[in-house]
Structure formats: C-alpha cells, structure tokens
C-alpha cells in the first residue's frame, strides 16, 4: 500500500489513555416537528436551523504529539496515520457541499445578458468555493465507499448530491442543480496528495462544470492547490497556490486567475489576482481581492495604472521584514497576515465573503453554512438514503463530544469496508455505483463521473448497508 492509499485507508491511531428552494415535483417535504439536535419550531411553526454544534472541539493543545509519534518509530513519515484528534465532524462529502455557500453568485450570473460580466460573477463563485478552507485545519472523514450526501436549500434554489465512487483512488462525485432549472455544478475530485516532511500538498483534481442554461453556456475549471503547513509538529496553517483557467466553452471567453503562494515575507498571502479575456485574447476586467475575504473587478487600463503609482510611491519594506523574520528547522511560521484589500477607485465589489460565528474558534472555525451540514433536520430519517453520512456513528459521536465512541466507531467502519472489500475480491464482484458512471467530460474531454439520476425519485432498497 502506498502512502496516498496508507492516509485514505487511515487507522485511528488513538486510544483514548493517550489524550493528555422553488421545489422540484418530487423534492420531500419534511413535516415532522419533532426536537433534532435540540432545534425545535419557532413560535410561529418555522423550524430553523442550528447555528452551533451540539460540542464544542476538543482541545488539539492537550494531544501529546509525543504520545503519538512514539508509537511510529522506525515509520516513514508520510506513512504516518493522523489520530482522530485531528478530524472535524464532517465527511469529505460535506466539505465539497460548501462549495454552494455563495450560489447567489451564480444567480446573479444568470440574469446577466453581457457574457464578461457573467465571467465576473462565475470567477467570484469559483473563488468563494474555497473560501471555507480558511484556517479549517481540521481534516474531514474520509468517505466510505458508497457513501452519500445530499443537501436541498428552497432559499438558496438548489439541491445537491454527491457520492464516494472509488476508495483507491479516492473518488468523491457530485452533481448540484438549479431548482428552477436555471444551472446545473457538477464534477468529481480526486485529492492527490503529496507530502514533503512537514506539510502536505493537496491537489484537487478533477474538473468543475458550471452550465448556465438559459444562456446555453458552460464554464469548466479545476480549483488551486492547497497546503497544509505544519502538520507533524508547530501551528497548522493554509494556503492555496496555482492558476485557475476558467472557460466559457460557448463563447471562448477566459478567466486566468493566479492564487498566489504566500512568499518568503508573507506579503502574498491569501490574495487572488487575475484577468478576463475574450477568445482574441482582448482584456476586458482584472479581478483582485483576496480568497478569505473580498474580491473586486476593474477595468484593466484603471488597475495597471494604480500598480505604476503604487511603485512609485510605495517604499521597500523587504529588508526591514527580513531582519525581523526568524527561521526555524522546526516549523513553517505563518506570517503575520498583511492589510486586507484596498479598493482601487472604479472597482466593483463582486463578492465578500461572510463573518464566521463568533464561536467559531472553539467549533473547527467552521463557517454559519459548515455548522448545520451534518444537522440531521426534523423528518429526515427514513427519508434520505441510508448511505447518508449524516447517519455515520463515528462523525455524529464526534460532532456530540465523545471522542472514544467516535474513534471506535470510525475504526469499525473502516474494517467493515476492507472486509467488503475482501468479500468482493474472493466472488471476483465489482463494485457498482449506485448515482455516477464513468465517462468523459462533455466540454473538455478528460476523465470524468456524470450523474446517472434518479436518486431524488427517494428508491433506496438497492443500497448496500454501509454503516
């Protein structure tokens, strides 16, 4: 097993002495009233979602680093298998959902009659989507083969569903569509992981479609890299780095968007900056911002003209910085976070992004949109797929505070998959996907997973019983 398969297929490694819409026809409506999760109705009859977790995380300071890497001497490194501490109580699957936190961009984008200015408002969805990743150290549940989730917001018009359709690779699918029949966001993502010692480089690969259907257009792009620093001893942090090329396969209009690396004195960090062009490669806007927190777009002339002034006036600090800056052998130092985004004069605010809870820090610095994805909502049992992760023991055990559970149940799950897995190699039986299949990606031709349909048409006694 090599070190990819080694973290996806990851033993717990803890035991517990060593902590120190406008509806779709065939949309369910939820009815029941009864208390989940300690929500209940409000006076007028509307229930309302949660705006925190039922525990609060528990302390990662208190986790003797010791305690664990004793027990892997003599181990490579990035063989290393990160204990349940260091979770958040959300599936993987549940993590690509955030990606629709900010679909009010892509409505916007759809009543928009000018194709640069529906580029505009696609770039913002495409930084948004990975805006939640900020400062969330934490590190998802790997989904179990076969696993599902789903998400319906009547508010926001849309609804999701997504599905882990490979375990080695690990695949994870999902298609999202307009309850209006305004757009549809589909792709897959395989995580490619990459480790260099003392952090860890994912890269999301697989392909984002964004079809705009009154306009007949589709958008593709694939999201940044993105680090985790620090992830063996030190403080964690993130950043995300690379080019985005997002293209409108209709009209042959691009938006290349640099994320750029944090650099040696941190004056880079966070922030995005880029362009749109038309298919003569003519710029019409720059977008500048930052992907945790606003991005803006200015026409070209305007923006290069600030640079130039900028430079002028604006004195060297490098060499200050680098006699304050220390380094270390022992860890990657975050620097300190630079001033936020200043508005060029002419800019147009595209998207900003929205204050995080001021309990945050204490719930894996989840977002308002994080805190009720794995809220289990009144009604749901017995209606959504029993391969929903929002059912899986280990995560809710986590999510409720009792990490022993959690461990225990996440180490059960996972032997209860290799044993599948076992079964299925000594009858020679593949596995089936039960709501993706294989096939290519229609604007761009590479690999790709295509909804098949059906899953809301809520017929699940094929469903093999995972949990």
């Not at 696993?147 to 298609?175: C, K, N, W």
């Not at 063996?232 to 691009?254: A, C, F, M, P, S």
Request: negative net charge; charged residues 30%; proline residues 5%.
């Amino acid at each position: 097993m090599n070190s990819e398969e080694e973290f996806y297929d990851a033993e717990t490694g803890l035991e517990s002495d060593d902590s120190c819409e406008v509806s779709f026809k065939d949309a369910c409506v939820y009815e029941s009233k009864q208390a989940v999760n300690g929500n209940v109705p409000s006076e007028n009859g509307v229930w309302e979602r949660r705006t925190t977790l039922p525990a609060p995380m528990f302390s990662r300071i208190d986790f003797s680093v010791w305690g664990f890497l004793k027990k892997c001497i003599g181990m490579e490194l990035s063989k290393i298998t990160m204990p349940i501490v260091f979770n958040e109580p959300l599936s993987f699957l549940q993590r690509i959902t955030e990606y629709m936190e900010h679909t009010y961009l892509i409505h916007k984008a759809c009543t928009l009659s000018d194709s640069i200015e529906r580029m505009q408002f696609v770039a913002a969805f495409a930084i948004s989507a990975v805006a939640s990743q900020w400062d969330r150290t934490g590190k998802p549940f790997n989904p179990l083969l076969g696993e599902t989730f789903e998400l319906t917001r009547d508010e926001e018009g849309y609804r999701m569903i997504s599905e882990q359709v490979s375990h080695h690779p690990p695949i994870s699918a999902f298609y999202s569509e307009s309850l209006n029949q305004d757009f549809s966001f589909h792709g897959s993502i395989y995580p490619k992981l990459k480790f260099w010692g003392k952090s860890v480089e994912a890269e999301p690969k697989g392909t984002m479609t964004l079809e705009l259907s009154k306009h007949r257009e589709a958008y593709t792009w694939t999201n940044p890299m993105c680090c985790v620093h620090n992830v063996i001893l030190g403080k964690l942090w993130i950043e995300q780095y690379g080019t985005v090329e997002i293209v409108n396969h209709r009209t042959g209009d691009k938006c290349v968007l640099n994320f750029k690396p944090c650099g040696m004195f941190g004056k880079e960090l966070h922030r995005v900056e880029g362009h749109i062009q038309d298919k003569s490669k003519k710029k019409h806007r720059v977008i500048y911002g930052k992907w945790t927190e606003c991005v803006y777009s200015i026409e070209p002339k305007v923006y290069e003209a600030n640079k130039k002034a900028e430079k002028k006036s604006g004195g060297d600090s490098k060499k200050h910085k680098q006699e304050q800056s220390t380094g270390s052998d022992d860890a990657d130092e975050m620097p300190d976070v630079q001033e936020t985004v200043t508005m060029i004069s002419g800019s147009t605010l595209l998207w900003r992004i929205a204050p995080r809870p001021p309990h945050s820090t204490q719930m894996y610095n989840f977002t308002n949109f994080a805190m009720t994805l794995n809220e289990l909502e009144p009604g749901m049992i017995g209606v959504i797929a029993p391969t929903d992760c929002r059912l899986r023991p280990d995560i809710r055990a986590m999510e409720k505070g009792d990490i022993d559970t959690a461990s225990r149940e996440k180490e059960r799950l996972e032997e209860k998959q290799r044993a599948a897995r076992r079964e299925r190699a000594k009858d020679e039986e593949e596995w089936s996907t039960r709501w993706f299949q294989q096939g290519n990606n229609p604007y761009t031709g590479a690999p790709d997973w295509i909804y098949k349909g059906g899953y809301f048409d809520r017929r699940y006694s094929h469903l093999p019983e995972i949990y």
